[in-house]
């Protein structure tokens, strides 16, 4: 069975700091991994998705991701951080064998970014 | 864009009601599901449907069917409500090899 851990409850950083969220996940097969945010009371928004190819993907709000399969993780990082990334970020991985019809999350990790 | 919607942001009902919590989608997804969201437990898969009238148990069906009657709508019910169901329930569709989209979530408290 698939599973996916965020081993940070809590990332603190200050504006203009590179932030970085750590995930790490289990699965059969190819993975396919994801990164969503939300905001309060929001549903989840898509950021990136890493499918095949290029370890690092680029994504919306300059946030990016590098797979690393001898790791099993797919970090999220971005160089610069705003308060305005102030928010609940969850992994996902979806078996590319079975796609579309088991999607794992992750506990989510809180995002504070300090003025 | 893609449009997820979902029928009430937030719902209170009492102990034993039977609650309805629709979701309905716009771009010809084949694939809906349905979460709910807790704190510190991520998101939870209560049921997934692949096609209509087509549906398969997530991680936490008790207490809980669905029912896909058109493709763009996957309606989630609580048989009985329960005080233990009071969470943000969350909808989302995607087709094949691409993200999820989610609907904005219902906030449902059960008293």
């Known amino acids: 069975a698939q599973s996916v851990a965020q081993p940070e409850d809590q990332v603190n950083v200050a504006e203009g700091n590179p932030l970085t969220v750590k995930c790490t996940y289990s699965?059969?097969?190819?993975?396919?991994l994801f990164w969503y945010v939300q905001y309060p009371n929001r549903g989840l928004q898509f950021l990136l998705k890493?499918?095949?190819?290029?370890?690092l993907v680029k994504g919306s709000y300059g946030f990016e991701a590098e797979f690393n399969k001898s790791q099993t993780s797919f970090h999220l990082k971005k160089p610069s951080a705003l308060v305005s990334d102030s928010a609940l970020y969850f992994c996902?991985?979806?078996?590319?064998?079975?796609?579309?019809?088991?999607?794992?999350f992750g506990p989510g990790t809180r995002l504070s970014v300090l003025p | 864009d893609v449009k997820v919607t979902q029928s009430s942001r937030y719902l209170v009902k009492r102990t034993g009601e039977k609650v309805f919590l629709e979701c309905v989608q716009d771009?010809?997804?084949?694939?809906m599901f349905w979460y709910r969201q807790d704190p510190g437990l991520g998101l939870r898969l209560i049921y997934f449907?692949?096609?209509?009238?087509?549906?398969e148990k997530g991680d936490i069906p008790e207490g809980y069917s669905v029912s896909r009657e058109k493709k763009e709508r996957f309606s989630l019910i609580l048989e009985s409500a329960s005080t233990n169901q009071t969470s943000m329930y969350l909808c989302?569709?995607?087709?094949?090899?691409?993200?999820?989209?989610f609907g904005p979530g219902t906030r449902l408290t059960v008293t």
């Open positions: 989302a569709s995607t087709s094949v090899v691409n993200e999820q989209y």
């Open positions: 699965v059969s097969g190819n993975p396919y």
């Open positions: 890493y499918i095949t190819g290029d370890n």
């Open positions: 996902a991985v979806s078996p590319g064998d079975n796609y579309g019809q088991n999607f794992v």
């Open positions: 771009m010809d997804h084949e694939n």
């Open positions: 449907s692949y096609d209509v009238k087509m549906k």
